[in-house]
């Protein structure tokens, strides 16, 4: 995944209440949230009472994910499952969207996930007052004094920030970490191949006979190592060939390969953690608001 430092790029502008600017996080959202009703759609299709093959695994899914929900938020609150799971795996789309190399990843954009915490927030507050009454919702500003107190509503404008910032600040950082990496690795490119072709034809000959010598040696010996050094010895031989005779120029070879596997960690690993970690927050913070009817306080 690579990322435009300068923010999300802007397509084109609708020319109501005042500009809605469509910027690539629009367009990303758009195709995960149409990705995701439809995957809705066939997955809930044609479902069996004794299940098999992808119903199973989907049964699964939405079995782990009501007992995360049931363990962290008790039983009385099961009815947000559908709410978390949407969370989760929009959160995780939204992520591995940034793979495709020209989609941006939604919760790279702070907009997405302050959107959700707001959102989230807003729960908060209305099952705050449904279950407390408005009385009892601002009596919890009062706490642990008699009058309200600007860190009671600091914490509360505090919630929502730390939660969007969060989830944004992980993603869009691996995401800037990769654009200079590849940027690094371009110029790691030209200035070898740059180096291999002013040294002439008689260096690029070498390394191509030192490659072929070298994953000759390792297909006999049965050493990866080996094969993997000499097709690397001999890829630069044979483009510092074309670039000493003009037919290719700068090929950034040291882009192919090496961003995977951080792209492994910031877009799979990373991802996934910030998802879970974003649902987890969320179920702590609603089934504050939302106690067992025997603990519930009136106003």
């Known amino acids: 995944m690579s990322l435009n430092v300068t923010g999300p790029f802007i397509y084109f502008t609708i020319p109501i209440f005042g500009g809605i600017p469509i910027t690539q996080t629009t367009i990303s959202s758009l195709i995960v949230t149409v990705g995701l009703i439809i995957a809705a759609l066939s997955m809930g299709k044609n479902l069996k009472k004794r299940p098999d093959g992808k119903q199973v695994l989907l049964e699964k899914g939405v079995m782990m994910m009501h007992n995360m929900v049931v363990d962290t938020m008790g039983a009385h ?5 559908p709410f978390i799971i949407t969370l989760f795996v929009s959160s995780i789309c939204g992520s591995l969207i940034g793979m495709t190399g020209f989609l941006r990843s939604t919760t790279a954009d702070l907009s997405t996930t302050l959107t959700w915490a707001v959102m989230v927030s807003v729960i908060i507050w209305y099952q705050s ?15 642990p004094l008699a009058v309200m107190t600007p860190m009671n509503v600091v914490s509360e404008i505090a919630q929502p920030v730390s939660l969007a910032f969060r989830h944004f600040g992980n993603v869009a950082g691996g995401g800037v970490i990769t654009s200079i990496l590849y940027t690094a690795l371009a110029g790691l490119s030209s200035a070898l191949l740059g180096l291999i072709a002013s040294s002439g034809v008689a260096v690029s000959i070498v390394l191509l006979a030192a490659g072929a010598g070298l994953l000759v040696l390792g297909l006999k010996k049965k050493k990866l190592g080996l094969k993997i050094l000499g097709i690397i010895c001999a890829v630069l031989g044979v483009l510092g060939m074309l670039q000493v005779f003009g037919v290719v120029s700068d090929v950034p070879i040291f882009q192919f390969g090496i961003p995977a596997v951080l792209s492994l960690y910031f877009d799979l690993f990373s991802g996934f953690i910030q998802a879970l970690v974003f649902s987890l927050l969320t179920m702590v913070y609603i089934s504050g608001a939302c106690p067992p009817p025997e603990e519930a306080v009136q106003p």
């Open 77 to 81: 609150n099961a009815r947000w499952t």
């Open 129 to 143: 007052i449904k279950t407390n009454g408005f009385l009892g919702w601002l009596k919890g500003f009062t706490e």
